[in-house]
């Protein structure tokens, strides 16, 4: 299967800070996406991007698709403790199948 | 709204039983998919259906069946659960019309003994 490499692999912020993560992959993919994961829920889709050098935001959040469509970036910016959870990117190229990263986890100190 | 569910929850097994997981969705998706979640691994992907009566392998296929009979209900079926079938399962389904976007249930956390 195609391999998608997330880093940093874990994160400990303090409130209030910004965060960076992002996402490579093997393979080039035509849409991007990221998602958040509470403990014992499923993932929730935060940003879904379309086009290569895409920049999107979702209030404090803002993704970006690479422009060599393998890579992918999410920022998240004045962290806050409800910003804790494990974030994941996703891509798609032609077809229906998801791949997903091995997820970010991020945990914000008050 | 419930959205995507999936039943159970939990669930307990013995090396070389059998069990299936039920996903329903109530928002009339045309698309439905199981992966499983390990740690480490991101999720992955074992079967998946792009309509009634249609169903495909995904990355991880091997040790699982499935079944689409209605469109609402997608089923996965470990016929003889090995430990290492021990994971989180996650369903979810999207629409055609919205492109890439998937609504995921809950999980069922299954332990192999």
């Known amino acids: 299967g195609q391999q998608l490499n997330q880093s940093p692999q874990s994160m400990f912020i303090q409130e209030g800070e910004d965060v960076s993560m992002n996402c490579t992959s093997s393979?080039?993919?035509?849409?991007w996406l990221w998602y958040k994961q509470d403990p014992g829920e499923g993932p929730v889709l935060l940003i879904a991007l379309y086009k290569a050098g895409e920049l999107t935001s979702n209030g404090r959040l803002t993704a970006q698709f690479g422009i060599t469509r393998k890579d992918s970036f999410l920022n998240i910016s004045a962290s806050i403790p409800s910003d804790v959870g494990i974030y994941f990117c996703?891509?798609?190229?032609?077809?229906?199948?998801?791949?997903f990263g091995t997820g970010t986890s991020l945990t914000v100190i008050p | 709204n419930a959205g995507v569910t999936q039943t159970p929850k939990f669930r307990v097994l013995k090396t070389g039983q059998s069990m299936t997981l039920l996903c329903a969705q109530d928002m009339n998706h045309e698309y439905m998919y199981w992966y499983r979640q390990d740690p480490g691994m991101g999720l992955r992907l074992i079967h998946y259906?792009?309509?009634?009566?249609?169903?495909a392998k995904g990355e991880v296929p091997d040790g699982y069946n499935v079944s689409r009979l209605k469109k609402q209900n997608f089923l996965l079926g470990l016929e003889s659960a090995a430990p290492s079938q021990t994971s989180v399962y996650f369903c979810a389904s999207r629409t055609q019309l919205a492109k890439n976007i998937q609504y995921f249930g809950a999980g069922t956390r299954l332990s192999v003994l």
């Open positions: 259906s792009v309509g009634e009566g249609t169903t």
């Open positions: 393979s080039i993919f035509n849409t």
């Open positions: 996703a891509g798609q190229s032609t077809g229906n199948q998801f791949y």
